[in-house]
């Protein structure tokens, strides 16, 4: 596939590639243009004529269009699915249900369009003001290969409904079913230029769209590490910057929760999409009188989970996406095996036989009596690794659930309000969910605290974030 700038599909100025490779089989599925500087540039010209024409169209057309890319995006889900699964590994069924969150996001949007405009204020002394919203003109999207669909809707909806243009670089494991959405958006009627892609690497397609003069905003999702140097270079410029970042979720057990419905939000939250969810369930903690019961049922449940091509017959775990994550989760248990660093309760292989031996496959793993300083308890495990921790009571279980630099979500799990409303005061986390882990909705805003990032997707405040407030006062 090649690049979309300015409504045409174009190669990379220096007629390099990247290859798009399948995560399950290793085949090569498609190449992509390997985005330069001059790429960036031009990409950054299109948006930037485009703008004013966009800019002046009512947010109801734009929504029209939108909306229409929505429903073709509806049609043509179960092909768009094989496509994500082909490219980032995940089960299809997981790849529909991305989809169709694509499909909820961008209309959702939609449904604002008539939501922002300013206020009036009457102000003391013979006078009074009024406020007009604005969009702030070419914006910036980068975003990573886990949810590579989902997350372009968490970009582009609020950007483009709010008269935006954009230029989006997608991750460079993950590009295709980012062009095809692209596509559809232009088959839909959106005009040359208002959205362009980007294919390439990080450090130069994403680093020339963060420092180019013209880009108002950025918007990026990825580890904490990009995320510091990305601020760092938008700094610079001044520039409006979100970050949404990596996470180390606890999951905290109390011995009152209905540890069925435990055992099946833990195998959900860690497992989903192969652990490789920023939101994942990342460290559980649990009450030291149920550890034994929840931890035998957690590992039937686990061993029951079947691996396999995310494009077979009822899979629940595909590969991990690229060899640097898979090297990473090789070499993490194998280092806590060497250093004593927990006991593995199942898994920590790599399934041996010919059907694995092309893929990057890791066996669902739980590990337990992990010790506070482990590598488990304080990196981004992004991977099907789970370690457990006894607690004895809520005070220790959130003391260390928030012995982390990160911050985005956590779970509590218990019938009790008490310990309920202990756990959403105290614990340090931008979402908090109560017997339950994971969910996200359109209408929810998203986003963490500490090294989790700054600002918020998702819900009327992510349109704020795309929209230059101006105040005009008069004298009467
Ligand atoms: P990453 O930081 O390696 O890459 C993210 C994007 O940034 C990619 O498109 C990459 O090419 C680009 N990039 C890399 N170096 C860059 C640079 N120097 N300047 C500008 N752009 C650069 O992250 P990843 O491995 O693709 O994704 C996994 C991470 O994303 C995890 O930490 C995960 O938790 C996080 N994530 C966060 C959220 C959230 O909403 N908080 C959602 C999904 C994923």
């Known amino acids: 596939m090649k690049m979309q700038i300015g409504g045409k599909s174009v190669e990379a100025c220096g007629c390099e590639y990247l290859d798009i490779i399948n995560p399950a089989t290793g085949e090569l599925i498609d190449r992509v243009p390997r985005g330069t500087e001059g790429d960036v540039e031009m990409a950054v010209e299109a948006a930037s004529s485009a703008f004013s024409s966009w800019a002046s169209t009512s947010p109801q057309q734009r929504a029209g269009i939108l909306y229409r890319a929505a429903g073709i995006v509806r049609q043509r889900k179960d092909e768009l699915a094989v496509l994500l699964t082909r490219e980032q590994g995940k089960p299809l069924a997981e790849a529909k249900n991305e989809i169709e969150g694509f499909v909820n996001v961008l209309e959702y949007y939609c449904g604002l369009a008539s939501s922002f405009h300013g206020d009036f204020i009457p102000v003391p002394q013979n006078g009074y003001a009024f406020t007009v919203k604005k969009p702030l003109g070419v914006c910036a999207a980068i975003i990573p290969w886990n949810m590579p669909a989902l997350i372009m809707a968490w970009k582009i909806g609020p950007a483009l409904i709010s008269g935006n243009t954009l230029v989006l670089k997608p991750a460079s494991n993950t590009p295709l079913t980012n062009l095809t959405l692209a596509s559809i958006l232009s088959e839909a009627g959106l005009s040359a230029g208002v959205l362009n892609i980007v294919t390439g690497p990080g450090e130069v397609v994403g680093e020339s769209l963060v420092k180019s003069h013209r880009v108002k905003r950025i918007s990026f999702t990825g580890e904490a590490g990009t995320g510091k140097r990305v601020a760092e270079l938008a700094a610079s410029g001044m520039k409006r910057v979100t970050l949404e970042l990596g996470g180390s979720d606890p999951m905290l057990i109390c011995d009152d929760a209905n540890l069925k419905d435990a055992v099946a939000g833990a195998l959900r939250g860690r ?198 407030l101006k105040t005009v006062m008069l004298k009467t």
Request: aromatic fraction near 10%; proline fraction near 5%; hydrophobic fraction near 35%.
């Open 271 to 468: 497992f989903y999409n192969c652990g490789q969810t920023c939101t994942a369930v990342k460290r559980l903690f649990v009450f030291e009188s149920v550890a034994e019961e929840f931890i035998k049922k957690l590992e039937a449940g686990i061993r029951n989970l079947r691996i396999g091509n995310g494009l077979h017959e009822n899979i629940d775990m595909g590969p991990l996406n690229n060899r640097r994550q898979w090297e990473y989760i090789k070499e993490l248990v194998a280092d806590i095996e060497e250093k004593d660093e927990g006991r593995i309760v199942t898994g920590g292989r790599v399934p041996e036989g010919n059907v694995w031996s092309r893929g990057y496959f890791f066996e669902p793993t739980l590990v337990e009596d992990v010790p506070g300083e482990s590598r488990l308890l304080k990196e981004e495990v992004f991977g099907p690794v789970l370690p457990v921790v006894r607690v004895k009571t809520l005070d220790e279980a959130i003391e260390k659930a928030n012995n982390t630099c990160y911050g985005l979500g956590a779970s509590i799990w218990t019938k009790n309000i008490d310990r309920a409303r202990i756990g959403f005061e105290q614990l340090n986390a931008g979402i908090i969910w109560l017997n339950q882990h994971l969910k996200v909705a359109p209408e929810v805003p998203f986003g963490g605290t500490g090294e989790s990032g700054i600002g918020r997707e998702n819900g009327p405040d992510a349109l704020s974030e795309y929209l230059d």
